[in-house]
């Protein structure tokens, strides 16, 4: 996948979530899964991503692509 | 549906290799090749099933055998997974600060792993730095939060992986 997550940390700085490929799930699916839940996340282009990503900010206004729920994917051991 | 039960099917000539509509019955005692044709790996039970697993994984002796439940391999620095099992993800906290998210999740958050880092930086001399666990709370049943480290101090590594074992 040539797309990444971003979210904020409870600190301000940027989460940076990297798919797995050939994982079996779609981006929009690993985001609710793997972002924390109540954290609203955007999904970007990997090209997207800067160098420094120490000193990236991103606006709050613009993490628009969804809200972290939780882990509904995550499939349970019995 | 009825259910015919015999010792022996018979055919013409008397030999017991007839069939009924194209299949041989159970039952007899000749060998019979599966071709074309698979068991259901729930049918396979006991030692034969344990014996056959412990010889495909080329393991010798008694003591028993505990898969990896997942594992990963990716760069740090760029960002990128170079290949992976059960993992859906890899979250970067912050510098050298790693999430690990499992595609299917654990039993529970008491399994075992095992991460290591390397980088090269630009000798191209390698660097083992051994991956850190952080606190025991960032381990959970769909997750594990890592930490790598060059020369003592927390960096993205060029190559990181972690291994699950439970």
Avoid: H
């Amino acid at each position: 996948m040539d797309q990444r997550i971003i979210y904020k940390n409870d600190d301000g700085t940027i989460a940076l979530v990297i798919p797995a490929p050939d994982c079996g799930l779609t981006i929009e699916q690993i985001a609710l899964k793997d972002v924390p839940a109540g954290k609203p996340f955007k999904i970007i282009n990997a090209s997207d991503v800067p160098e420094d990503t120490a000193s990236w900010v991103i606006d709050d206004a613009d993490l628009t692509d969804g809200v972290g729920s939780n882990n509904p994917f995550v499939l349970q051991e019995v | 549906m009825s259910t015919i039960k015999a010792n022996a099917y018979l055919d013409a000539a008397g030999g017991n290799t007839a069939t009924i509509n194209g299949a041989t019955p159970v039952g007899t005692d000749t060998v019979q090749t599966l071709t074309n044709k698979s068991i259901d790996a729930g049918q396979l039970t006991g030692d034969v099933a344990a014996a056959r697993i412990t010889t495909a994984l080329n393991a010798t002796g008694s003591a028993p055998v505990y898969a990896c439940r997942a594992w990963v391999n990716f760069n740090g620095v760029t960002g990128v997974i170079r290949a992976s099992g059960n993992v859906s993800s890899v979250t970067r906290n912050a510098t050298g600060d790693l999430t690990i998210n499992f595609t299917t999740a654990m039993p529970d958050a008491n399994y075992a792993i095992v991460a290591t880092s390397a980088d090269n930086g630009t000798t191209n001399i390698w660097n083992n730095q051994a991956a850190t666990s952080s606190s025991a709370g960032y381990m959970t049943a769909s997750s594990v939060r890592i930490a790598t480290t060059v020369g003592g101090t927390q960096a993205n590594t060029t190559i990181a992986t972690v291994t699950v074992f439970r």
